[in-house]
């Protein structure tokens, strides 16, 4: 066997997870500049090393392709994930007194933004007020989004800096919450949270800067090497900021950007043109159907269990949302919606569904994100059009389970975040985490989705349950097949770059809650090393 060029990088170990086969196998795999040039046995491989090769050998440690997280917010992720964490409260006063500690801690922070809290975990489980807040930090500005990042709860000292009191109109979709006097709690639903948001991201760009650079150490520390950049906090403004981390070869991740499908036309073929590089580049177009359970805004076929005057709502109508499919489908884009509720997930089906028959049947990847329940009768649509799922398991360990099964009703419980059923209909999943609904560990969602553990400790509908060659492929090839770079990227082959991950154990080899306790060794991006933990050599 010889090769033109000696290898850069070998890794070697017992447990090679190549994503082509079900089961780790030995060997050796060579990284010349920023591709895989050859994988074979040790015996095989180390013709290819030269006097400058760095070799490594991992003994019976995880190797597997780079983590390909399909759905994350970088910016404002990387924001909550440096802000404080509310998961832990069971109080509103629990919460609070989180937030005063916080404060403390940061006293020259403008604004204290944080995330987490889920008044289904709360005794009473009666939604937060400002008074509360008021109490702990009557002189700052405080935003602190839910659990699942579609309402916030903010003290009185920024309703009046964002200018929002008993006269501020509901934005559409959005609804600005009051008492029975007309003033505002501190609660604000969907769009509203963005009258906030506005002056709460409004950073310097070296603060940007900062906040990125942030982004790509924790994603190289969990062996992301790959991202999905959703459409959700007004993230488009931080595509320069992307392009100029790009050119300056400081992107040690590779980000695919989704802008909103509500811009023109024109503007986002203007971005496709735009992002075209191995490290940045343009994936298509995201929109949003409805909201979540919790809030009662997803878009259920039927009434809410809990709340039998309401199916939720729909943030376009479904003649709007049809149109604006049919024009960008047209036009070549592939789009991924957030379709939480079974109405939304059905109304983003039939929407592909128009588009197909309207410009006719290609390979559109059209992606439907978070699917937490769905008709029975969608199942295999989803399989029929050609349509991907997008899916985070940790999401639904978040959710208290007897709050979320009682607010959907008995009838619709069997079908909560069906990641088994829609595989074995055929249809491809790809996993991720929504970053920063959840932390950005990719080993946290594959412990979800191979266990359905819930945040009661116990497994929430074992028949969901996946196998963990499955888990790994789909936070590695199918997230590579859903963003059209399965060329390039999701399995570990000659010829593909080399994005690559050692975990320390095998964990084909130990007991499921061992995942929770696996560390990334090294993480390789582009052929090189961006994260080392203590390594060993040959």
Not at 512 to 528: C, F, N, R
Request: aromatic share 10%; net charge negative; with cysteine.
């Amino acid at each position: 066997m010889s090769y033109e060029k000696e290898a850069d990088v070998i890794l070697s170990s017992n447990a090679v997870f190549t994503g082509v086969f079900d089961k780790p196998i030995p060997a050796s795999i060579a990284v010349t500049d920023n591709k895989i040039t050859a994988i074979g046995s040790k015996e095989e491989i180390k013709s290819q090393a030269g006097l400058d090769t760095r070799i490594y050998d991992y003994d019976d440690q995880l190797i597997i392709p780079g983590f390909h997280d399909f759905h994350v917010h970088i910016m404002s992720g990387i924001v909550m994930e440096n802000g404080v964490n509310l998961e832990a409260a069971r109080s509103e006063e629990e919460a609070a007194q989180m937030v005063k500690r916080y404060a403390d801690e940061h006293p020259n922070e403008e604004w204290i933004i944080g995330v987490g809290w889920d008044a289904g975990y709360w005794d009473g489980q009666q939604l937060p007020h400002r008074s509360s807040l008021d109490q702990v930090v009557p002189d700052r500005l405080v935003l602190l989004n839910h659990a699942e990042m579609h309402y916030a709860w903010v003290n009185s000292k920024t309703l009046e800096y964002c200018g929002i009191n008993q006269d501020t109109e509901h934005p559409s979709y959005g609804y600005i919450q009051k008492d029975e006097n007309g003033d505002p709690t501190g609660i604000l639903y969907e769009k509203a949270t963005k009258l906030v948001d506005q002056y709460a991201f409004d950073f310097s760009e070296e603060k940007e800067r900062e906040l990125l650079d942030k982004f790509l150490k924790l994603a190289a520390s969990v062996g992301v090497t790959s991202v999905n950049d959703m459409y959700g906090d007004g993230n488009e403004k931080y595509y320069g900021l992307f392009n100029e981390f790009d050119e300056e070869s400081k992107l040690t991740i590779r980000i695919h950007i989704l802008p909103s499908i509500d811009f023109e036309l024109e503007k986002l073929k203007q971005w496709r043109n735009e992002f075209t590089t191995d490290k940045l580049q343009f994936s298509g177009l995201k929109g949003f159907m409805d909201g979540v359970i919790t809030s009662r805004t997803a878009y259920l076929v039927g009434p809410y269990g809990d709340s039998p005057d309401t199916c939720g709502e729909l943030v376009y109508s479904p003649g709007e949302i049809k149109e604006k499919v049919v024009k960008a489908d047209r036009e070549g884009f592939r789009m991924r919606f957030h379709a939480i509720g079974d109405g939304a997930v059905r109304l983003a089906l039939d929407a592909f569904e128009e588009a197909q028959k309207a410009n006719g049947k290609r390979d559109a990847r059209h992606t439907i994100e978070h699917i937490e329940i769905i008709h029975e009768d969608d199942i295999p649509r989803f399989r029929e059009l050609g349509v991907l799922a997008s899916m985070q398991p940790e999401l639904m360990a978040q959710s208290e389970r007897e709050t979320y099964s009682t607010r959907i009703g008995p009838e619709k419980e069997p079908y909560i975040f069906p990641i088994n059923t829609l595989k074995s209909a055929g249809v491809t999943v790809g996993l991720g985490t929504d970053f920063r609904v959840a932390t950005l560990n990719p080993l946290l969602e594959i412990y979800r989705a191979v266990t359905r553990v819930s945040s009661d400790g116990r497994p929430w509908h074992v028949y969901e349950c996946i196998p963990l060659a499955e888990a790994l492929k789909d936070y590695t090839k199918s997230p590579a097949y859903g963003t059209f770079r399965e060329e390039e990227l999701g399995t570990l082959e000659v010829g593909k770059l080399a994005d690559i991950v050692v975990l320390d154990r095998n964990l084909f080899e130990a007991p499921a809650e061992e995942i929770l306790e696996t560390k990334v060794k090294l993480t390789m991006s582009d052929g090189e090393i961006v994260y080392q933990d203590n390594d060993s050599r040959m």
